[in-house]
Every structure is written in C-alpha cells, then in structure tokens.
C-alpha cells in the first residue's frame, strides 16, 4: 500500500514529536503491529460504522457550548469531511511512521483554533467507547478495544506532547528562551512552587 507523504512545517518536525511521544510510553501501552492487524481485518465492519461515529462525534461537540465555540457557521460539512478521512485512514492504515507524524500534525492544527488538551482528550475516549458498544458482536470485539485503546493512548501522548513542543517553539520565536531553558526554568519552578513528592525525600 502506497505510503503517504509525512507532513512538514519549518517550525515543527512532526515525525521527531511523534517518535519521541511514542518512546516515552512503555511497549504494552502503545499501539502496535498486533492492533494494527486486528484493525485492518475487521476494516469492512468498522467502515461500515464511519457515518453513525462521524455524526455523533460533532452531534457532542454542537451540544455544549465551549466547544460549539470552536466552529465557525457553516463549518460542520466540512468537519465531518475530514474526520470521515480520519476514521478510514485509521482503519485502512498504512500505521507507518507517515501515519504517527500525521497524528502529530493534526495536533497543532487544533492548537491554532484554539481546540484545548481536554477537548481532544475527551474525544479520543469517545472513539474507544463508540468502537467497544458499535462492536460487541464481532468475535475480535475485546481485542478491538484494546487496539482502539492503544491508539487513543497514543494519540493522545502525541497529541499531548505536540502542544507542549509548540508553546516551547512560540516561547523561542517570541522571547527567544531555548527550549531546553524553558524545560530546566519550567521544572526549578515547578519544584518551589508544588514542592510536592508523595514520598522519599529530595
Ligand atoms: C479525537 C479527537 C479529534 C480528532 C482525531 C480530530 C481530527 C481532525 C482532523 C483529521 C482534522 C483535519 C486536519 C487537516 O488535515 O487539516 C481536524 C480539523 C479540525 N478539528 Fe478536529 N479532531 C479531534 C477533535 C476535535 C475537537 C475536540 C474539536 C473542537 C472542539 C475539533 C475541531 C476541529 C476544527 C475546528 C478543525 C479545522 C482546523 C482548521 O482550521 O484547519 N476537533 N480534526
């Protein structure tokens, strides 16, 4: 199958945030090869679901107001479009290194419209819990789940990661602070203002 192109941006490398957000997870958190194939062989029941999960993904999102905020008036058609695209490229694959940099991608795409973590977050939960009720009758229904569970983890550690990268970047653009100093300021100032361990000493 045809491999598609990673995505670019001058200030962002995509592929690096989601290599990096993927290797601070442990092995049996991640999505991986096994979860994959039992996507990819159940790819025709779950296409079939696409229209009821894209639906109802924006029918939650329309129905409370911080996140109807996000939208601009006659937007919706177009939503539904490309997470239609998502949904297939999800179950078709390829779940190549392309497919982790998209994810990484489609992070900051939220970023600019000022779509927050939780938001995301909540929504990749959703996902899982409209595969685990919309597959119950297929014999794979609890390795479904697990795969789907391992993507969100996934995607959301990405996603996550990605907008931490992108503040770093804004602060280096804007004040000129370095990553790596905003990390080391971050985490001194992190440890005097919550001096909080739940145990052992400093
Ligand atoms: C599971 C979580 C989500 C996934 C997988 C997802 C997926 C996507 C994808 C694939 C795109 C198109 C990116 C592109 O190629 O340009 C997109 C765009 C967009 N999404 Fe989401 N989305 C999620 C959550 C949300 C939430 C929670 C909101 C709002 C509250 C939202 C609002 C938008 C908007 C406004 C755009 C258009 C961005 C632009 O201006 O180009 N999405 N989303």
Redesign the pocket.
Known sequence: MKTNPIPTSDALDFDAIAQKALSDMPPETRFGANDAAVIRKNAEALLAAKEPFVKR?YDI?FAHP??RE???EG?RA??ER??G??FERVVKGPHDDAFFAW?A??GP??V??G?SNP??L???G??VDFVRENTRSLPDHEALVSAFTRL?TS?GSI?AYGYETAWKKALENVIGIPPALTERTVHEEASQLFPLRSHGSR
Do not use: D, G, S, Y
Request: charged share 20%; no cysteine.
């Open positions: 993904f999102l911080p996140t996000v939208f601009e937007e177009e939503r490309t997470l695209e998502f994810l991608f489609v795409v939220h600019v419209r779509v938001m995301m909540a929504m990749l959703f996902l969100a995607m996603i």
